[in-house]
């Protein structure tokens, strides 16, 4: 019996150890995971700083809106708007500039492939990247334009924001902005795109090399296609309409 209970003594002192090893190692991952963290989020904020600093933020947006190829919300078709935010950002009007389940989606992609295979961008960090930053797929370069969509979202509305952000956006073919890709591969202004047109333009923006109707118009029409299935399966338009085209 003396026996007995000395051997549950030990049994009992061992999961205690081996539990409060878990908590200690538990405890300095998070430690490493927060104090990495906070150093990424530092060097994330001095580059968006060094951004603003070379030129503020208020005078990007306002080159944008003194081109004379700038596009404003109001003459931008309603199919077209609806088409790029069903493949591009559908929960742009919901979220604050970072979308986390997007993010999430993403970052659990990300490690399954061990590389930056999915970014996770709203709309709004798009157009962050466009107005201050590279196209280079870096962690603090990530995190500054987070730091800048929140800060987007706070000064500007979301017709400004997808505004801008399909002005400084690249359709491939040397396009840049929704009227050039307009004029250059259809010939006529965004506001007399067809809906079949709005929703290829729309599919552009994944893939601009790729999907330029000049270069690829049998892969920007099954892109168009794509298009179209996803305002079905966000309620922009029925099945029996996406039909159609």
Not at 110 to 124: Q, Y
Not at 148 to 164: C, G, Q, T, V
Not at 204 to 233: E, F, G, I
Request: proline share 2%.
């Amino acid at each position: 019996m003396k026996t007995r209970k000395i051997n549950m003594h030990r049994k009992s002192k061992k999961k205690r150890l081996v539990r409060n090893l878990f908590l200690v190692l538990l405890i300095l991952f998070l430690a490493v995971y927060l104090g990495i963290g906070a150093f990424f989020c530092m060097k994330g904020y001095g580059m968006y700083r060094r951004a603003v600093q070379d030129k503020s933020l208020a005078e990007r947006v306002e080159e944008v809106r003194s081109s004379e190829d700038f596009t404003a919300y109001s003459e931008l078709p309603q199919f077209y708007i609806d088409a790029t935010l069903a493949v591009e950002d559908h929960r742009f009007k919901w979220h604050f500039g970072i979308d986390p389940i997007a993010v999430c989606r993403a970052l659990w992609t990300d490690i399954r492939a061990g590389s930056f295979v999915e970014g996770g961008s709203t709309i709004t960090q798009q157009l962050a990247k466009n107005l201050l930053f590279t196209q280079e797929k870096k962690l603090e370069r990530k995190i500054a334009e987070m730091i800048a969509a929140l800060i987007m979202e706070y000064k500007y509305s979301k017709k400004e924001i997808f505004e801008l952000y399909v002005n400084t956006a690249y359709f491939g073919s040397g396009h840049y902005g929704i009227y050039q890709a307009s004029v250059g591969y259809f010939g006529k202004e965004p506001s007399q795109l067809t809906d079949y047109e709005a929703a290829m333009l729309a599919g552009v923006l994944n893939a601009p090399s790729a999907y330029s109707p000049d270069t690829h118009m049998d892969l920007a029409q099954q892109r168009a296609a794509q298009v179209l299935n996803k305002m079905v399966k966000y309620g922009w338009i029925t099945r029996e309409e996406a039909d159609v085209y």
